[in-house]
């Protein structure tokens, strides 16, 4: 599936900070979060990222992009999730959050409850209107969980031609379709879906990822362009009053 490349930022390294609670984990997919669930500081994190991108490059937001980090249990999850209820609550934009742990091999918390799984999805695209599931409250948020995909199936899936013809699907039918992708240092098949997608967003925890891990991560998303990262976990020493001072 050909797509038009923007140039990576100059300033892609630089970090939004997002802080996360502590329980956030990648331990499997749930629920999916709320609007008055989403925390302050993670909120006011992506806004700063979203606005960044409109002010600067004077456009709208991508349409596919991929939320991914450089290890598990970063809470690529949890941000992915907010990213998506942010802009179908705040911007009142037609919003696909896709779960990708088929990718790795995971098994989601949530079975599909009898909705068509990725397989079938592919064999026949219309059973994607099936798959759908809206959330409560929002109607412009849909979820679309495709289930667990065997391993000798996976790789081959990724790369497919059927795939690139449900991703366009995808890209047609909503005004935005967010990814949240297995960590991309432990997943190639994960890549292969970040290189599909008009854009990546970065989440990296505070005393987990290394700075080497995560420019290695940043690096291999290339020429995918990066539209920030979240830091998870932030924890400082620096009064909040000198911190308001520094930001200003």
């Known amino acids: 599936m050909a797509r038009t490349r923007t ?3 100059d300033d892609a390294l630089d970090t939004d900070a997002g802080q996360l609670p502590a ?23 992506l ?15 991508p349409t596919s992009i991929s939320v991914t980090a450089a290890l598990r249990g970063e809470g690529t999850t949890t941000v992915s999730q907010a990213l998506s209820t942010l802009i179908a609550q705040e911007m009142g934009r037609y919003v696909c959050w896709v779960d990708c742990s088929w990718l790795a091999g995971d098994r989601p918390a949530e079975a599909p409850d009898g909705r ?13 209107l099936s798959a759908f599931q809206a959330v409560p409250g929002l109607p412009q948020l849909i979820t679309l969980r495709p289930g667990y995909v065997e391993d000798s199936k996976r790789n081959m899936i990724a790369r497919s031609p059927e795939f690139d013809q449900l991703l366009d699907v995808l890209t047609a039918e909503f005004d935005h379709v967010i990814f949240d992708i297995p960590p991309v240092l432990q997943n190639a098949n994960g890549l292969a879906l970040v290189r599909r997608s008009d854009a990546s967003l970065l989440v990296t925890r505070q005393r987990s990822t290394s700075i080497a891990q995560f420019e290695q991560a940043l690096d291999a998303t290339l020429p995918t362009p990066n539209l920030g990262v979240v830091l998870n976990q932030y924890r400082t020493s620096i009064p909040r009053r000198l911190r308001r001072l520094l930001n200003d």
């Open 7 to 9: 140039k990576r930022p």
């Open 47 to 61: 806004r700063r990222i979203v606005n960044r991108h409109e002010l600067r490059r004077d456009e709208h937001l």
């Open 23 to 45: 329980r956030v984990e990648d331990a499997g997919v749930g629920p999916m979060l709320m609007y008055d669930e989403i925390p302050s500081g993670l909120a006011e994190g």
């Open 116 to 128: 068509p799984g990725l397989i079938e999805i592919l064999a026949d695209r219309s059973k994607v």
